[in-house]
């Protein structure tokens, strides 16, 4: 079993999922996780969690993401990017940079995801009942835009930079931004270039990851993140043989360096990530996670 996090620098075609069976055939491993969808257009970061480390997914749901890419203006389409039909009427329109800056969005706001997503609707992914031509009314969820910036303008489109919560569909932005203009616009390309604490610099391609030697993926590469760089914001302690046996067996345990901690992260070894513990009352620690 390979338990690991790995980052990849996932190619264009690809959907998120058909990333995840690719890193199943080539590793052999089975249980292999993403943290947070890219649409098959986009390119960019998507960490991977493999073996008993897909356990570790919850404490990363709501990490915020960093985007670069492009918009183009001037018409809309039905999935608010570049693969989707155009919508309306298709016009001809260069925009300043401070007309265009002015429509930007900040801080928290209502947005509606695109029909054409995965998110579900009595249970049922929105995008499937789109393609069939059925009504799909989508809920506008809270999302957060920490940073949105127009680096360029030329002719009908527009450079970006952008910073938002999880959950936020980047598409809507540039939806909405072509609708505060009243003259359509889509997104037409992106690239994530952080998720959470994951950036490109960590990122390996896919092609690239395929033609290692079987023996460097299944020995601990250093294409994996250091599991002592995982969930960098919380302290980590190498535990004592019985401070690990207790863990094992669903016992709390006495970490008195952490009393101002609500979770720690527990080595058996200098690499092997045990367990994710977590402060139930002054220095007196529960296993929330153990992965052994």
Not at 62 to 89: L, Q
Not at 228 to 247: A, D, K, M, N, Q
Request: charged share 20%; with cysteine.
């Amino acid at each position: 079993m390979i338990n690991a996090v790995l980052v990849i620098d996932k190619p264009a075609g690809f959907t998120s999922h058909d990333v995840v069976n690719r890193i199943r055939r080539i590793t052999g491993e089975k249980s292999v996780g993403h943290l947070g969808t890219l649409d098959p257009m986009a390119t960019g970061v998507l960490p991977l969690v493999l073996g008993r480390f897909t356990r570790l997914a919850q404490f990363f749901k709501d990490s915020s993401k960093v985007y670069e890419g492009e918009i183009r203006f001037g018409f809309a389409t039905d999935t608010y990017d570049a693969e989707g039909e155009p919508v309306g009427a298709v016009v001809s329109i260069q925009p300043t940079l401070e007309e265009v800056r002015c429509q930007l969005p900040a801080g928290r706001i209502l947005q509606t995801p695109p029909a054409y997503s995965a998110k579900k609707i009595n249970g049922v992914a929105a995008y499937k009942l789109a393609r069939q031509d059925k009504p799909v009314e989508m809920k506008a969820v809270e999302v957060e835009v920490h940073r949105f910036e127009i680096q360029s303008i030329f002719g009908d489109r527009a450079r970006f930079v952008a910073e938002v919560s999880a959950g936020t569909y980047i598409r809507s932005l540039a939806h909405d931004l072509g609708q505060s203009l009243g003259c359509g616009a889509h997104l037409s390309e992106l690239r994530r270039t952080r998720a959470g604490e994951f950036e490109l610099s960590q990122a390996i391609t896919l092609d690239k990851f395929a033609y290692l030697p079987p023996i460097e993926i299944s020995s601990g590469s250093s294409v994996w993140v250091h599991p002592r760089s995982i969930l960098r914001e919380l302290p980590c302690v190498t535990g004592s043989s019985e401070v690990i046996s207790y863990l094992g067996n669903g016992r709390t345990v006495n970490l008195p360096e952490f009393s101002d901690a609500p979770l720690v992260k527990v080595f058996s070894s200098q690499t092997n990530l045990f367990a994710i513990v977590q402060r139930i009352a002054g220095t007196l620690f529960r296993p929330k996670v153990v992965i052994g």
